[in-house]
């Protein structure tokens, strides 16, 4: 059961997205993050959505994907669009016992389901044609400028990828543990929630005194092939940056400028 | 003088209780001059606790000697500038293939070595390249470690050792959590290599049929080298190597007994085509 879960959620695709570079990818998702937040113009709106679709064909990912994302946050979007939708002041539309509606609330409630809708299309795009070691080198080489204020980037880096190669064999052994103890009277399906947590100590203590032994073997094994920090130290696979980024890059520039353009040319007004 | 050399190789480490104090010092390695010559296939042979791994710890200067010295290619261990060229001279692989790599993607694992010494992108991929072919394992290059079996995974961690172009190779147990025909294809690896690309091979092991075809064998047992010699002469002693709780081939053991029970074979025979031979001396006599 615990197998079946896929590390990440890369889809593998040969598009133009697919082959961006990872540093790319993170500025233009962080762009196309802010650009969410700077106004309420239906023409802001408008600009964002014919982007993200753009995007979305390029990466010839299928809508299905994008959409799977959406399952876990429609708590948060009910919770949130409510609160726009009654607690917001304004011209009152409609009153019923304690709960109006003014229009600027129906704005509000709108506009906030549309952001957080796109947050996680727009995420997801990012996480769906990048594969997780790309990602880790695009943020090592992208955060390159804070080891200038001794931000050990590097190292947090070799952490996330080496987090990640451990997933599946944690899990593996999660699985071996949990089989272990069953065979042995353990029972993790009955009983309300209190108990149902207290039987998952004797899986928990065995996979961390492993967990620590296996870091402890890989560190030495790591020093056996004289890995002594970023220093000096080549890649096999350096990050390049290749004409279709370039292009990519002046893209966004162009995006950007749009956005900022509309937000303060319709500032304060919808349509 | 050859590749590895320990002169009076003492290892102690402290022991202590729950709460910190001393209880004792136990010498992992005790007084231990070996010479191993260049080119040549080792192989240290010892039970659970003998200090085999200690030593092999100290050949790749993981662990610094309390007492004596350590010299690979001429240099000491005890140099701790020369410490990273001591360890890209003399490689070593680890018994857990699992707890070993660190790449996602088996290139990437074979190149972990090169990155860390440095060594240009254009020359890693050369160097990636050969390694995995030297191993057999080319064919898979781009496939996830954690999707391979454990002799794969032992072979890819030979790999990247390999592509670190080390003049000696020790490995500590490398077969110990395989299956037979893991096994197999790692000593047919190593034995290509030594052959073929003339590393020193230095293998530490409890299996003795992994031994028959080393050029030297060494046996340790509380820390001190109690044998040494080729492997023929070491299984002619078959009454010390089980004192010493370690199991002697099914054939030298079959031709131990004959001999005692008074059929006149010689000592020290290791394949079965041996004992055929001798056995058919013996009738036709």
């Given at each position: 059961?615990?197998?079946?879960i896929?590390?990440g959620?890369?889809?593998?695709?040969?598009?133009?997205?697919?082959?961006?570079?990872?540093?790319?990818?993170?500025l233009g998702?962080?762009?196309?993050?802010?650009?969410?937040?700077?106004?309420?113009?239906?023409?802001?709106y408008?600009?964002?959505?014919?982007?993200?679709?753009?995007?979305i064909?390029l990466?010839?990912?299928?809508?299905?994907?994008?959409?799977?994302?959406?399952?876990?946050?429609?708590?948060?979007?009910?919770?949130?669009?409510?609160?726009?939708?009654?607690?917001?002041?304004?011209?009152?539309?409609?009153?019923?016992?304690?709960?109006?509606?003014t229009?600027?609330?129906i704005y509000q409630c709108?506009?906030m389901?549309?952001?957080l809708?796109?947050?996680?299309?727009?995420?997801?795009?990012?996480?769906?044609?990048?594969?997780?070691?790309?990602?880790?080198?695009?943020i090592?080489k992208?955060?390159?400028f804070?080891?200038?204020?001794?931000?050990?980037?590097?190292e947090?880096?070799?952490?996330?990828?080496?987090?990640?190669?451990?997933?599946?064999?944690?899990m593996?052994?999660t699985?071996?543990?949990?089989?272990?103890q069953?065979?042995?009277g353990?029972?993790?399906?009955?009983?309300?929630?209190?108990?149902?947590?207290?039987?998952l100590?004797?899986?928990?203590v065995p996979?961390?005194?492993?967990?620590?032994?296996?870091?402890n073997?890989l560190?030495?094994?790591?020093?056996?092939?004289?890995?002594?920090g970023?220093?000096?130290?080549?890649?096999?696979?350096?990050?390049?940056?290749?004409?279709?980024?370039?292009?990519a890059?002046?893209?966004l520039?162009?995006?950007s400028?749009?956005?900022?353009?509309?937000?303060?040319?319709?500032k304060?007004r919808?349509? | 003088?050859?590749?590895v050399?320990?002169?009076n190789?003492t290892?102690?480490?402290?022991?202590r209780d729950?709460?910190?104090?001393?209880?004792?010092?136990?010498?992992?390695?005790?007084?231990?001059?070996?010479?191993?010559?260049?080119?040549?296939?080792?192989?240290?042979?010892g039970?659970?606790?003998?200090?085999?791994?200690?030593?092999a710890?100290?050949?790749?200067?993981?662990l610094?000697?309390?007492?004596?010295?350590?010299?690979?290619?001429?240099?000491?261990?005890?140099?701790?500038?020369?410490?990273?060229?001591?360890r890209?001279?003399?490689?070593?692989?680890?018994q857990?293939?699992?707890?070993?790599?660190?790449?996602?993607?088996?290139?990437?694992e074979?190149?972990?070595?090169?990155?860390n010494m440095?060594?240009?992108?254009?020359e890693?991929?050369?160097?990636?390249?050969?390694s995995?072919?030297?191993?057999?394992?080319?064919?898979?290059?781009?496939?996830?470690?954690?999707?391979?079996s454990?002799?794969?995974k032992?072979r890819?961690?030979i790999?990247?050792?390999?592509?670190?172009?080390p003049?000696?190779?020790?490995?500590?147990?490398?077969?110990?959590?395989?299956?037979?025909?893991?096994?197999?294809?790692?000593?047919?690896?190593?034995?290509?290599?030594?052959?073929?690309?003339?590393?020193?091979?230095?293998?530490?092991?409890?299996?003795?049929?992994?031994?028959?075809?080393?050029?030297?064998v060494?046996?340790c047992?509380?820390g001190?080298?109690?044998?040494?010699?080729?492997?023929?002469?070491?299984?002619?002693?078959?009454e010390e190597?089980?004192?010493?709780?370690?199991d002697?081939?099914?054939v030298?053991?079959?031709?131990?007994?004959?001999k005692?029970?008074?059929i006149?074979?010689?000592?020290?025979?290791?394949?079965?085509?041996?004992?055929?031979?001798?056995l058919?001396?013996?009738y036709?006599?």
């Amino acid at each position: 059961m615990l197998r079946d879960i896929t590390l990440g959620q890369y889809y593998r695709a040969n598009s133009l997205i697919h082959r961006l570079d990872p540093r790319v990818k993170l500025l233009g998702t962080l762009i196309f993050i802010i650009s969410l937040f700077l106004g309420q113009s239906i023409w802001l709106y408008a600009l964002i959505t014919v982007a993200l679709i753009a995007v979305i064909k390029l990466s010839k990912v299928p809508l299905k994907y994008i959409t799977k994302g959406m399952k876990s946050i429609v708590i948060l979007v009910i919770i949130s669009a409510a609160f726009n939708l009654f607690l917001t002041d304004g011209e009152v539309i409609f009153r019923f016992w304690k709960l109006t509606i003014t229009r600027e609330g129906i704005y509000q409630c709108v506009f906030m389901i549309i952001r957080l809708i796109y947050l996680i299309c727009g995420t997801s795009i990012m996480t769906l044609t990048t594969t997780p070691t790309n990602l880790t080198d695009g943020i090592e080489k992208g955060l390159d400028f804070l080891n200038k204020i001794k931000v050990p980037v590097h190292e947090v880096a070799m952490m996330m990828s080496i987090a990640l190669r451990f997933i599946p064999i944690l899990m593996e052994e999660t699985d071996k543990i949990m089989k272990a103890q069953m065979a042995r009277g353990a029972d993790f399906e009955s009983g309300n929630l209190v108990k149902r947590a207290k039987a998952l100590i004797p899986i928990l203590v065995p996979l961390f005194v492993s967990a620590f032994r296996r870091a402890n073997d890989l560190a030495m094994a790591m020093e056996a092939r004289c890995y002594h920090g970023s220093e000096g130290r080549t890649k096999m696979k350096p990050l390049k940056y290749k004409s279709r980024d370039h292009k990519a890059y002046i893209a966004l520039g162009v995006y950007s400028v749009l956005v900022i353009a509309i937000s303060i040319f319709m500032k304060g007004r919808f349509i | 003088m050859g590749i590895v050399k320990t002169k009076n190789l003492t290892f102690e480490y402290i022991r202590r209780d729950d709460e910190g104090n001393v209880e004792g010092v136990t010498k992992a390695v005790d007084d231990v001059s070996i010479d191993l010559k260049e080119g040549d296939f080792v192989a240290i042979l010892g039970h659970n606790g003998s200090g085999k791994s200690t030593l092999a710890k100290h050949i790749n200067a993981l662990l610094l000697p309390t007492e004596g010295s350590v010299i690979v290619d001429g240099i000491d261990t005890l140099d701790t500038d020369q410490m990273l060229k001591v360890r890209q001279t003399a490689g070593m692989v680890f018994q857990n293939p699992d707890n070993q790599i660190i790449g996602t993607v088996v290139e990437e694992e074979v190149a972990f070595g090169p990155e860390n010494m440095g060594v240009p992108t254009k020359e890693i991929w050369k160097r990636v390249e050969d390694s995995l072919k030297a191993v057999g394992m080319f064919a898979y290059r781009t496939a996830s470690p954690n999707k391979l079996s454990g002799g794969q995974k032992q072979r890819i961690a030979i790999a990247g050792i390999v592509a670190m172009k080390p003049k000696c190779i020790i490995l500590d147990e490398p077969t110990a959590m395989l299956d037979p025909k893991g096994r197999a294809e790692v000593l047919r690896v190593l034995h290509e290599l030594n052959e073929k690309e003339g590393v020193t091979i230095i293998l530490i092991t409890h299996y003795m049929e992994e031994v028959i075809e080393a050029d030297s064998v060494f046996v340790c047992d509380k820390g001190r080298i109690v044998m040494q010699g080729s492997p023929k002469e070491i299984f002619s002693h078959v009454e010390e190597l089980k004192e010493l709780r370690l199991d002697v081939p099914q054939v030298t053991e079959l031709a131990y007994e004959l001999k005692k029970a008074g059929i006149p074979i010689k000592d020290g025979i290791l394949t079965n085509e041996e004992l055929v031979r001798e056995l058919k001396n013996v009738y036709y006599r």
